[in-house]
């Protein structure tokens, strides 16, 4: 199955790519796609403790399964303002 992923801020920079699409396997879970995506982006390797996915723009967690055609969007961590 296909699934596309978007790099937003931080991570499109460090990709060098806005979107990309990633082939896998029937019932591959968000926890396999942040594997891969360190496979692929090995850069974001110190980073992958922060990822923050939204699947078809709602958050989700690691044991979410995904589904052929998903939109996934991996979201640097928020950091606050000042007071």
Do not use: H, R, W
């Amino acid at each position: 199955m296909q699934i596309k992923i978007k790099f937003f801020a931080f991570y499109k920079e460090k990709t060098k790519t806005k979107n990309t699409i990633i082939e896998m396997q029937q019932n591959a879970t968000i926890q396999d796609l942040s594997e891969l995506i360190i496979k692929n982006y090995p850069n974001l390797s110190k980073f992958k403790n922060k990822f923050i996915f939204a699947v078809n723009y709602e958050y989700q967690d690691y044991k979410y399964i995904l589904n052929d055609c998903d939109e996934v969007a991996l979201i640097p961590p928020v950091s606050g303002g000042s007071k």
